[in-house]
């Protein structure tokens, strides 16, 4: 017996770089195909909707510019976080027998949905998941789904189908979670025309599966739905691997929509059997009240409360906070360079004190129009970029099959539509466009971080890393950079410290070549960006390339700095300090613990420390300049500011290898030198528009 081979397209090559291998997934109104990219020779998932061939004539290209938008924002999401699936293209295709349909690329993955995998233990005879167990793996959904929290965007059919999950031994931690089936359906059942189209074909459109809906979901006279919703399918979903059973009872839509909104009876773990504590017993019930105000408003919340209620302690080394902790109390800083008085204060001249502040505002989660649903009518339990292990019949994986890539950008034929999504080059992030509160408006923040105001900005590109000496010196042996000198130089510097400091300038020793450049002036970070095709990151696009738009307290979220994040001043810092006679001049250490490097540290090296997207070490390691002039900020909202036309200081931002506070590791936090100061700790990263 053949291959099923609904298209009749395997062994065949479309729009001139999918070559069809076999059909992988079929449903409702969609087939899953894995294929190959000729270009790239890397496999992908390629979901025809081929349902929609149904859809009136006159509605085509509505629905095409629907799919294109729905890719753009799929490819904006997986930009920021590894754990949703990748779009790679989208366009539409008519098949060898006419029938007109969109279809979607997608990364292709090895693994297997989360349903099958409970089905296959449950067969195993294995237990229902202990709370650690399950918090590991669904702590990842619960961080991507977080991502588009933040937006206001909400996924609306979280169900174990829809979590894909790479690698062999989930339960002890040593698999990655994807979520998958993004925006398609909603996009689908809330066009009426549409929906009439295919009913007249028997086939019907939801936009949630009822086995895992929330209340709102039944009836709208609960509320609307939004990121609280996917709260109450992601704790239906972790109820359902504690106790091994489904959580909602019923056998059609009218029983489980009872369950759903019974307040009498809730499908918390308790309720099913399992043996779970007081505080885990509890955040359940919030997670799964009716009434949506009642929930956890975001993923963020609900995920940050289990975890502290099963352990005591919440990492949040993955998630995106939006508070702020309690106030400290004030210290006056250090020079920032490790050497000379202490910093001036940008507005008196006099030594600058900042503490740690509290008091900012949880970030919006209000819901985009919900732009987001899932595909409950597929009925292909995962298979929106399935790819299941069967040696048999499966090519070779090529290395690296699982890696997140670029979107494809290559030309498509007349007839088919490719998504415009952004791209960056090799070595660059896409940090998408969005809005943010720039600065502070913490009571003891500096002046010159204030008034917090509202900034817009467009899309652009960051460098991953920061500039390395390597990169640097490459430049400059082709004459497009000035070379740089192995000399620091600032204002009344002493000759003993030009000497210490000197003899860390990274491009003059071959070991340290993957460390950043450093003592290097504005004009030469200039001058190396703008004959790379790129261009100094503005202050702004600094700020929120770092911070992002939920208001965190870090680079990372709201986690004090350890030795895991950033290569800062610990112990080993002033060790060196200690011995090349410059303690006095270190006020103390960040974290009492040794970070592995006394001063600059190859780039890359503290994954912990990564912003929300992407970019390593923009904090420690060494200060970073930016493209503005030093100057007050403005109230009121702006859009892609560049800072004052002229001054006398260029500002610099990041902390650097010798930070000794965690205030200079906020992202509002700004410091200016002369542009043509050069310190052994201060090096840049470049930007690019899109």
């Avoid at 790679?88 to 029938?99: A, E, F, H, L």
């Avoid at 999950?165 to 066009?191: H, P, Q, W, Y």
């Avoid at 909104?261 to 885990?280: I, Q």
């Amino acid at each position: 017996m053949s291959p099923r081979d609904p298209l009749g397209i395997a062994g065949q090559t479309i729009v001139e770089k999918y070559r069809i291998e076999k059909l992988v997934g079929e449903g409702g109104f969609a087939v899953v195909y894995r294929a190959m990219h000729t270009i790239w020779n890397k496999p992908v998932a390629i979901k025809f909707f081929n349902g929609l061939s149904s859809a009136p004539v006159d509605q085509r290209d509505q629905f095409r510019d629907a799919f294109i938008q729905e890719g753009a924002l799929l490819t904006e999401l997986s930009s920021q976080t590894a754990g949703i699936v990748q779009a790679r293209d989208v366009g539409t295709y008519t098949s060898p027998d006419g029938q007109w349909m969109p279809y979607m690329v997608l990364e292709w993955l090895e693994g297997k949905p989360l349903d099958e995998l409970i089905e296959s233990e449950r067969a195993a005879g294995l237990p229902p998941w202990g709370v650690p167990e399950l918090i590991s793996v669904l702590g990842q959904a619960a961080s991507a789904l977080d991502v588009a929290h933040g937006k206001g965007i909400a996924h609306r059919d979280i169900k174990p189908a829809n979590l894909f999950v790479l690698g062999e031994d989930a339960r002890a931690g040593k698999a990655t979670v994807k979520v998958l089936d993004f925006g398609v359906a909603k996009m689908m059942s809330d066009n009426t025309q549409l929906k009439a189209a295919m009913a007249k074909t028997g086939m019907g459109i939801t936009s949630f599966t009822p086995q895992y809906g929330a209340p709102e979901q039944f009836n709208r006279s609960y509320g609307a739905t939004g990121p609280w919703t996917d709260v109450y399918a992601l704790a239906l979903v972790a109820v359902e691997m504690l106790t091994g059973k489904s959580a909602l009872d019923g056998d059609d839509l009218i029983q489980l929509a009872f369950a759903s909104g019974n307040p009498e009876k809730r499908p918390t773990p308790r309720a099913l059997g399992a043996a779970v504590s007081d505080a885990v017993e509890r955040v359940f019930q919030r997670a799964l009240a009716v009434r949506p105000e009642d929930r956890y408003a975001r993923a963020r919340e609900f995920w940050k409360e289990l975890e502290g209620a099963a352990s005591g302690s919440f990492s949040d080394t993955v998630l995106h906070p939006g508070e702020l902790p309690q106030a400290g109390t004030s210290r006056t800083q250090a020079a920032p360079f490790g050497a000379g008085p202490p910093l001036p204060s940008p507005t008196t001249g006099g030594p600058a004190t900042i503490t740690t502040g509290a008091g900012a505002s949880k970030s919006n989660t209000g819901v985009i129009a919900a732009v987001l649903g899932g595909i409950a009518a597929l009925g292909i339990a995962g298979f929106f970029l399935l790819g299941r292990k069967d040696a048999s019949t499966d090519p070779p994986q090529p290395e690296g099959a699982q890696k997140v890539t670029a979107p494809v950008t290559s030309a498509a034929p007349v007839g088919s539509v490719v998504a415009p999504a952004p791209s960056c080059p090799d070595g660059m992030v896409l940090v998408p466009a969005g809005q943010f509160f720039m600065g502070s408006e913490l009571k003891d923040a500096n002046e010159n971080q204030k008034p917090s105001h509202n900034v817009a900005l467009n899309g652009f590109c960051m460098d991953l890393y920061e500039v390395t000496a390597k990169q640097y010196r490459d430049c400059s042996d082709i004459g497009k950079c000035r070379r740089a000198t192995p000399e620091v130089e600032w204002d009344k510097i002493t000759p003993s410290d030009k000497k210490v400091y000197s003899s860390l300038c990274t491009v003059a020793d071959a070991e340290k070549s993957d460390h950043p450049i450093n003592c290097i002036n504005w004009e030469m970070a200039d001058t190396y960006c703008r004959n790379n095709d790129r261009r100094l990151p503005t202050e702004a696009e600094w700020e929120y390339a770092t911070r992002g738009p939920d208001g965190r307290v870090y680079p990372w979220g709201d986690e004090a700095p350890t030795a895991k994040h950033l290569n800062a001043c610990g112990t080993e810092c002033l060790a060196w300090a200690k011995q090349n006679r410059v303690l006095p001049q270190f006020p103390g250490a960040l974290y009492q613990a040794d970070d592995g490097y006394a001063t600059t540290a190859p780039v890359g090296k503290f994954p912990a420390g990564r912003s929300r997207f992407g970019p390593y070490d923009v904090v420690g390691n060494v200060w970073e300049w930016v493209a503005d002039w030093e100057g007050p900020y403005q109230a009121g909202n702006q859009k892609d500011p560049t800072g004052p036309d002229t001054g006398q200081k260029r500002v610099i931002r990041g902390g650097a290898w010798n930070g000794s506070f965690a205030e200079w590791l906020h992202p509002s936090f700004r410091f200016a030198a002369d542009p043509k100061f050069q310190s052994h700790g201060v090096g840049f990263r470049c930007a690019r528009s899109l």
